[in-house]
């Protein structure tokens, strides 16, 4: 059996017609997408006639050499990926973009995220004498299509696209067209832009567009796919069974700051977030607000303006860093954190310090931190969270999903402020974090997808149904049955 | 000929003196070294025997292998290093500490700095017969003091040090005893520390020291060199010539910020400079203070908070790039600078920005920043810097060194505010920065060496003398005639 | 389309059941079978509980470090596979065992031969809906297998050995048993063997038996197929439509000289056919024989014996060459040639010389030989060939498969004589080379394949039948008119 | 203190001036003399104003890269280098040619053979301050350069050649010339060839003259040099106290068979050793004759044509390993052994073999061939060796130099028989050695150096002398007691 962590992916995705250097502007699309994933790269090139790849393992600088690079540069059209570290399967040959030759034509694809029936959908297809080569979900789309009946290429896969399940994004290139698609929640994201030279561009986030001096055009909204071929773009939808619920976690932690998904730049919201944090738990008798690198910065600046606070940098993050040793010693390993991440003694010393975190997930990094700035000779440490309690195992594309490795799932914040050593502890409440994004009224949760912090899945659970039901804490499930008015809030909860 | 620029090298130091992880430590505390430099890297470890070394190119975890480190695991001293990229002299036999095996002795040495008498030195010996093997300055002392007469080693190396000249610090292993060494004017800095169980270590910042949890002792002082053995740390001075002087570069630009330089705190000292520079230039009209990532983020906040003003994250740094493949086309090359740092639209546009970066050097940078948040839809922006006009080469180690490539050798802050398409320029004064760091009232620029700011070189200029008069530019020539009161201020100017 | 070429390959394959060192012994026998490939190299191990595999690019040492061998040494069994280099099908998803973990089970498998029936069932599946993930035929044999609705495991790789055709082995492996299976014409060799302390081996050639000081229990013939699990060694049919006709090539060209393919030593029959050569063509008034090195040696020696003239090493092959540069001119390309083999002056310097080699494909490396001994000073130069005329393409699994290239499909000896600038040339008959070799008189051409030498398939043609009817070349066709001989001669001709 | 052994280098060395492919032809001329050393390999090439240099460890292909060598592309003169693997020393700063930048020229150097007076020049070196960078040999001659007060560089190269001691052989390249020197007992060879071209080039052996389809010009004398530059080609002598004495193991072992050194072929030399063996020590009754593969089957072929037996191919070397694990156990390195070398079972089968090998040094690897021989069935096994007993270690560029190490310095041929489990053994005696190769009627032992078989030092002992007389074991106090003869034999022994 799988283990259900392995399977989840957070990546990114890169996609672009008919530029003469299509495979460069991929690697640089990329370079801005490295945040999503850093254990590899791929590139898959087309020319019209034939469809070549290039990839590798690590970051993208190491995946793709530039010699690799050049060796695509006759090919008019790109999809590139980049791939982050999960714990299993870290071969080579799970390194996308897939790409495949058939008899009849070749196709490459790519995906971000996680398909929640991918596991039934493969032993049904292997039941049928399919075989599958890496253990990627991607893979199955790419069957599902080959075994349609379908007239088309195009109706094949909007007919796989129908049957997958969970939050995915693809990109896909046949020496016709580049596709996109968004799954039926527009829970992970992928956007279309243009260039000033008039050709469109895919992208997970739009600080790829950024990154080559584009225009945004618009997102792909909750179960839309594109085509893009030499007519131009083309935006249809292959269901109409949907519900908008944006990845909250996509603009906690995982995206540029830079980086506007559905309307809503990043850091802005962060920002906001930090200043909802500051209104609905103030410590406002500190000296100073101390962030954590990088991604907490943003709320930290948000926290302090709204308390009108100094906004220190308190702790120094090692920007060389990308992966250290396993140290041989317990004594080694303490100074491991600290050769990531410093305390600046002279600034933190005799000070009381509000520290704002984007989360707490298992609780062992934040931990940590409050030990460092103690060490360091900070007096009181008040944790404020820019983000509500993480108590529920994410299956749609967050590499966080078991309920055991959550420390909300299982103790409360009183005692986790005890278990971290803080003087106090405060989360943002799920309705500010609602309302600090607030994308779309009309829908559940304002269109976002809040699942770790409500245990509301808007796709659905699927293949992980029995486990996550098997496995609930005696907090999960206390709070599923006294938060009722969740899924009650607008009479049209996803489940 | 040699070239000027490629002498000069910005490195790291780290020396420890019997610890049974010697090599572990060393090789964390230039993980937190690593800023100074990142073309190679080595450490040479003793066990009273024997020194055996491992080194190599690239990032810390790129040059030593975790097998490499493995197999110093049981030598109980060790020196390492990190060594900056200067345009040349990139083999391996560059990098450093340089390990030396004599009939009699075995040592390893260090170094961080530039020696403005090298080349004559090293002529001369050659002339003797000496030869040399790599283009470093390092190789030099050994030369000097294997040539030497005196009784002892350490006799050997004070008089060596005494023929040497410009801003350097040393790091030096026996079989017998740690050392290490300061100019006579402490332009570069080495300090010392304590770990908790006792050792003594040696470090060119204290966030080394801080990363093993380690006390700071003290800095060593204009002249002083450090013997560590087994009796114990001994400070002695080789020379009573000397001139306070350390490096304000160190404090701008170099050091990280949770470092403590003479007693002063990088970040506080930053952030200090960031509102001296707020009410020497303000920019009150705006609408947001944005630091250019990651060196100026300290000021900025402190211009901000001097000012009202709110702190945005305005640009965007990729974190992944270390370095990037040449662009083939001038398009792609435009391109190549948004991979590396990113203006957030959303945040930018329509706005009035004050843009605080930490030095012009030869303009360019600052000149496509500035495109960058013009191209994002920025309305004006204010350039602010927070060191003052640099119109003079160093030769003291920094990697910035000929006239020609300072812009501000030729133009004044007017020509420069239209060539980077600012709406206004302003720079921090000479007075500003001495006032905001200020070390020693008693010794000439507070105890500061402000040489590319003022022309005057506190340990004068030697082999460089001639080609520095013969280059001189008329602004230059212009500031030196009219500005006598820095060189007379306290009746003890340096030249 | 396929181009024919590309799909051939002559590969070596190994296996071993129940042993402590499985891996390690896998390894020792594919060294010494690295002469069948060196494109690549792969290892799979298996515990009884799950299938794991290591593989590489090029020679065994490069492709699997020890590292990777380490990694496997708990698995008790294990298959292992070197890959011969076609120029085209180059990247790592190509090099074997291919390794598949489908919900049920995992297999893993590797091949030597070619499948002249792979492209039609490579169609017939993708139209199916089956996807193929490298360009190998050997993909094709596990996809029948899981297609297939037998029984067993067991049942449906007989069903699937019964659908392929051409001449081919393969090694299997699964937690429960090694399976190894040769064609129903026992054109390529598999061996059993057993180590001294009591567990059975496969190996394509005998000498990675007796590398692991084993003992040769038997070859396994046409059309029968080997099961080795727990309770021993079962060899069985899964087909008794068999003619036995074994590549003679084997004999002439690839096997080691140690090794011996039914019953008769390698080395021993090159030397006969060297013999029989000096019979049929002798030279007698030369001052020397010399062969080409390194598998023309000992035909050489049997020719010299015979007419009781010198051997001698008048050509000396640079042992440490693998592959070189391509070089930038003609000029250094001429000189290529002689980095790799050299003519010893002082032997051949005014000699009249016998040159053995094994065979003549394309004449330019004969050419090339020839010259290099006339430039050294040779007086006459005899080539004959231990083999007879190369007419035909094989495709049975050897890399030469086009009529364009071989020289014999257009050029009588006569013609190749003056192209290669020889005083002679003579090559074994076909009766000499079967009465030389001489495996079974019950079967046609004595139990040998001589396809290339007669026209002859014993297997059949399939997917290449009309390729290789469109493109006969007028001697091909005169040839097959006039030795209808060869096919009558028993009653029982192939075809 | 330096253990002797790791001194100890067998390399080879090519040089050639002024032709415009000056880096490749380098490259193919190091190709023909890589048995001569594969622990590394490098080119320094130079136009007239400048030197450049590629060096890398492992065989010639992995040392430098294409890459590496295009970069050498447009250099007019080069000097290249291969290094034998001795036990230590290993790292890249040890691999030849070396090259120094001085402050008024650049000269690369490198180096085959050993200096018996280095340890001794070294400290002398460093007692006056001199610096050494690798622990070879080679920088003890560009320190004795750049130390003279000669006029000239040619003048200082002419005293520091009559100061160093021992069998050595130089190649120096400056941006002027290309100089080549030889020993003055021209132990180890050097040769000079021209190029159809024109173009002059130094080699160690002449078959990387051949490679080029050059001419041999002259072998390098004793205590000559030779000066190439655009005046031509110039030899003279730098001592006139010179008694030749070419190592007789450059003909029994080291070079290839083509190189004639001398104007004895080397090939030819050992196939007469092996008829003079056969004269002295016949084994008529045999069955057949073997030789040990590839260095022993000129001598075998020889043998067995004077004694008219067959010769047989009866072992066969794997041809695609350098270099194999360690394997973990003792049955696995046993069987190491069998991958390396195999014997052919249905030749040795109940035969009577006479094993023909080159030499006996520990006696090791004969003992395991001749139990490989016995294991696969031989019946009596008769070695033969085509050299004497090698009793004493060599000084002069062997890697073979301790006492301790030599089987014959402790035990007579019947003792070392039975270690081996022969049935008989029989060395070429000295006088047989001396006459098979006859190059010098005039001087000692016919030209040779013989000191392996002798214990008479041409060039005397040096650093080696104390240690030597001290480790004289029994057996080689009484050959030297009892052999008197040999240092008496034409009145002008060496010592």
């Given at each position: 059996?799988?283990?259900?962590?392995?399977?989840?992916?957070?990546c990114?995705?890169?996609?672009?017609?008919?530029?003469?250097?299509?495979a460069?502007?991929?690697?640089?699309?990329?370079?801005?997408?490295?945040?999503?994933?850093?254990?590899?790269?791929?590139?898959?090139?087309?020319?019209?006639?034939?469809?070549?790849?290039e990839?590798?393992?690590?970051l993208?600088?190491?995946?793709?050499?530039?010699?690799?690079?050049?060796?695509?540069?006759?090919?008019?059209h790109?999809?590139?990926?980049?791939?982050?570290?999960?714990?299993?399967?870290?071969?080579?040959?799970?390194?996308q973009?897939?790409?495949?030759?058939?008899?009849?034509m070749?196709v490459?694809?790519?995906?971000?995220g996680?398909?929640?029936?991918?596991?039934s959908?493969?032993?049904?297809?292997?039941?049928?004498?399919?075989?599958?080569?890496?253990?990627?979900?991607?893979?199955?789309?790419?069957?599902?299509?080959?075994?349609?009946?379908?007239?088309?290429?195009?109706?094949?896969?909007?007919?796989?696209?129908?049957?997958?399940?969970?939050g995915?994004?693809?990109?896909?290139?046949?020496?016709?067209?580049?596709?996109?698609?968004?799954?039926?929640?527009?829970?992970?994201p992928?956007?279309?832009?243009?260039l000033?030279?008039?050709?469109?561009?895919?992208a997970?986030?739009?600080?790829?567009i950024?990154?080559?001096?584009?225009?945004?055009?618009?997102?792909?909204?909750?179960g839309e796919?594109?085509?893009?071929?030499?007519?131009?773009?083309?935006?249809e939808?292959?269901?109409h069974?949907?519900t908008t619920?944006?990845?909250?976690?996509?603009?906690?932690?995982?995206?540029r700051?830079?980086?506007?998904?559905?309307?809503?730049?990043?850091?802005?919201?962060r920002?906001?977030?930090?200043?909802?944090?500051?209104?609905e738990?103030?410590?406002?008798?500190?000296?100073?607000?101390?962030?954590?690198?990088?991604?907490?910065?943003?709320?930290?600046?948000?926290?302090?303006?709204?308390?009108?606070?100094?906004?220190?940098?308190?702790?120094?993050?090692?920007?060389?860093?990308?992966?250290?040793?396993?140290?041989?010693t317990?004594?080694?390993?303490?100074?491991?954190?600290?050769?990531?991440?410093?305390?600046?003694?002279?600034?933190?010393?005799?000070?009381?310090?509000?520290?704002?975190?984007?989360?707490?997930?298992?609780?062992?990094?934040?931990?940590r931190?409050?030990?460092?700035?103690?060490?360091?000779?900070?007096?009181?440490?008040?944790?404020?969270?820019?983000?509500?309690?993480?108590?529920f195992?994410s299956?749609y594309?967050?590499?966080v999903?078991?309920?055991?490795?959550?420390?909300?799932?299982?103790?409360?914040?009183?005692?986790?402020?005890?278990?971290?050593g803080?003087?106090?502890?405060?989360?943002?409440s799920?309705?500010?974090?609602?309302e600090?994004?607030?994308?779309?009224?009309?829908?559940?949760?304002?269109g976002?997808?809040?699942?770790?912090?409500?245990?509301?899945y808007?796709?659905?659970?699927?293949?992980?149904?029995?486990?996550?039901?098997?496995?609930?804490?005696?907090?999960?499930?206390?709070?599923?049955?006294?938060?009722?008015?969740?899924?009650?809030?607008?009479?049209?909860?996803?489940?």
């Open positions: 059996m799988y283990d259900y962590k392995g399977l989840n992916e957070e990114g995705l890169f996609g672009i017609w008919n530029h003469n250097e299509a460069h502007l991929t690697y640089m699309g990329l370079q801005s997408l490295q945040h999503r994933g850093q254990e590899g790269a791929g590139i898959v090139a087309s020319n019209n006639e034939e469809l070549v790849g990839r590798g393992l690590g993208l600088t190491e995946a793709i050499s530039e010699q690799s690079l050049e060796s695509l540069k006759s090919f008019g790109a999809i590139g990926h980049v791939r982050y570290a999960t714990s299993g399967n870290k071969g080579i040959e799970n390194i973009p897939f790409l495949y030759h058939f008899y009849d070749s490459a694809v790519c995906h971000n996680n398909l929640i029936n991918a596991q959908l493969r032993q049904e297809l292997e039941e049928q004498g399919s075989i599958f080569h890496s253990s990627s979900d991607t893979e199955v789309i790419m069957h599902l299509i080959r075994k349609s009946r379908a007239a088309t290429f195009e109706e094949a896969l909007k007919e796989s696209l129908r049957t997958i399940k969970g995915f994004t693809f990109a896909l290139l046949t020496k016709d067209a580049l596709y996109g698609a968004v799954d039926p929640n527009a829970i992970r992928l956007v279309i832009g243009q000033q030279t008039g050709e469109y561009v895919l997970s986030e739009t600080c790829a950024d990154v080559l001096g584009g225009e945004f055009v618009r997102d792909i909204h909750a796919y594109v085509v893009i071929n030499d007519e131009g773009v083309r935006v939808s292959y269901t069974e949907t619920a944006i990845s909250a976690m996509e603009y906690i932690y995982f995206a700051p830079d980086s506007t998904i559905a309307g809503k730049n990043v850091h802005a919201v920002k906001i977030t930090g200043k909802r944090l500051a209104q738990s103030p410590a406002a008798h500190a000296d100073m607000v101390i962030g954590v690198p990088n991604s907490s910065l943003s709320a930290a600046t948000g926290y302090a303006e709204e308390l009108n606070l100094p906004y220190e940098m308190g702790l120094v993050k090692n920007q060389y860093i990308a992966r250290t040793f396993i140290q041989p317990q004594a080694l390993r303490e100074q491991g954190v600290r050769v990531k991440l410093s305390a600046v003694k002279d600034i933190v010393h005799g000070k009381n310090i509000v520290l704002v975190d984007d989360s707490i997930v298992r609780g062992t990094t934040c931990k931190i409050v030990r460092l700035l103690k060490d360091a000779g900070a007096n009181e440490v008040h944790v404020r969270i820019a983000s509500p309690e993480f108590m195992p299956f594309g967050i590499d999903s078991t309920t055991a490795e959550l420390i909300s799932a299982h103790k409360s914040p009183d005692e986790i402020k005890t278990y971290i803080a003087e106090s502890l405060a989360y943002l799920v309705d500010g974090l609602i600090s994004i607030g994308i779309d009224e009309e829908e559940p949760y304002s976002l997808c809040v699942e770790s912090f409500t245990g509301d808007p796709a659905g659970l699927y293949d992980y149904e029995a486990r996550f039901n098997a496995n609930l804490s005696e907090r999960q499930q206390a709070f599923l049955t006294s938060n009722k008015q969740y899924f009650d809030r607008k009479g049209n909860q996803y489940v």
